[in-house]
C-alpha cells in the first residue's frame, strides 16, 4: 500500500462484469463491480477484476478505466456455463491466476471476491499467500431454499458459504437485513460485518422528456408499467402478469418487461403463454435485453416501475427508476423499505400477490402524472446512493480489513 493507496484484486469468476446485463446469470453484481471498480481507481487505487473466459473472443487483458483492469482466464469450457460448472474449473481457474500474478510480477494488499463461488478462490488465496480476502455475497442459498421458488441450490454452496463466513476476514453486505441473515444461518460474527448499500450512476440515470423517451421507444399514450431484471422466477414477474389482467380498463395499460436473454428462453416462454392464458398478451411487451445506456429512456418513459420479487440482496432497478424520477411499487425486499419512500416515491406492498400488486397499480397510476419538479424531487431523493459516496465506504471497509488482520497477527 503507497499513501493509503490500495491494490486490490477483485474476483468474479462466475460473471463477467462487462457482460451482458439482463442475462441469466449477469445482472447486479456485474453493475456493481464495474461501477465499483470505476470510482475506486478514480481515487486512486489499483484495481485488476478476475473473471473467466466465457466466449473465445474475450481479451485477455483490457483497461476498463485508468487504475482498472479486467483480466480472462482460461477455466472450463470457453462458453456460458452453469454456475457448478465454473464451481468444477475453480482449480483451473486459481492455478491461471497465480501463473498470472507470477508471470507479471503482480502483489496485492486485499481480494475482494464476489458471490460464494469467488469466495472460494479468496479462501484458497487467504491461506495460501497470506492476503486477507473481503467477500460479498450478493445472494445467500439458504435464503433462496428457505424461500423455496425456483431452482433449489446446492448442498455444496450452503456448506461453502458457511465454511467461507468463518474464515474470510470481512464480509460486505449491502442491507441490514442480510447482516441478520448471515449470522442466523451461518452463524457470521457480527462484529466482521460491514454494512454499505450499492449505489447508482447518477450522472446515467437521469430523467429524459417522458414525450421524447416514448417515441423513440414507439409506446404511445398508454400508461406504462415497467419491470427491468433478469428474468428469473425469484423475480415474481408471473404476479405481475397477473396483476395486470385484474386491472380495470387493463386495455389502456402496457406492461413493458426489459430482460432476458437466450438462456432465459424457457422462463420467457412461460411467462409468454401466461400472458395468452389471461388473455392479455397483446398488453405486455416483451423487450428482451437492452443495453443500460438505454434504459433512461425505458424508465423515464414508463408511468411506475414494478419490482414484485420474492427476493432480492438490494435492488439496483428501482434506485435507478427512482433516479430517472419515476416512482416504483415493489415488495419490501433488499433495501427497498429505505430506498424508496412508502406514499411519496412509490409503494411498497405487502405482499407480491397479484391482488395487493394491481391495487398499487391502480391507486399510483389515478394520481395525476408527474411534473418537472416532481420528477426531480423523486431523484433527490436517491442522491445520497450515488456511487462516489458508496466507494469510499468501501475503501473503509478494506482498510478495516487490514487493520484487523494487523491486529492478529501482532
Ligand atoms: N439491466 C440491464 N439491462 C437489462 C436488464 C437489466 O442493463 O435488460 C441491469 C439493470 O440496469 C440493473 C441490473 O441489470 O443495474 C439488475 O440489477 P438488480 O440489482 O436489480 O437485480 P439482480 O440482477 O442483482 O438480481
Redesign the pocket.
Known sequence: MIDNKLKIAIISAHSCPVG???AKD???????IRELARELCKEGHTIDIYTRVHDPADLRMEDLYEGARLIHLNAGKEATIHKMDVYFSLPEFTLNLESFWKNNGLEYDIVFSHYWISALVGKYLQQTRQIPYVNMY??LGAVKNAIGIGESEPALRILSERETVSECQRIIVATEKEKQQLIAYYGALPDKIGVVP?GVNMGLFKPVDKITARQKLGFTDEKIVLF???I?P??GIDKLIRSISLLKNSEKIRLVV???DENSQPELEKLKNLADELNIRDHVDF??????EK?PYFYSAADICV?P?YY???????L?SLACGTPVVATDV?DLRNIIKHGETGYILKDNSPEEISRAITSQLSLPRKDTKSIMSIRESVSKWDWPNIAGRIAVEMRLALDTRTKVAV
Open positions: 451482458d446485463l439482463g449477469t445482472g447486479g453484481m456485474s453493475v456493481y450478493h445472494t450499492c427491468v431484471g433478469r428469473d425469484l423475480k426489459v430482460g432476458g423487450r428482451g435485453l437492452v443495453k443500460q434504459l419490482v420479487s432480492e440482496s438490494f435492488g439496483l432497478v428501482p435507478e433488499g
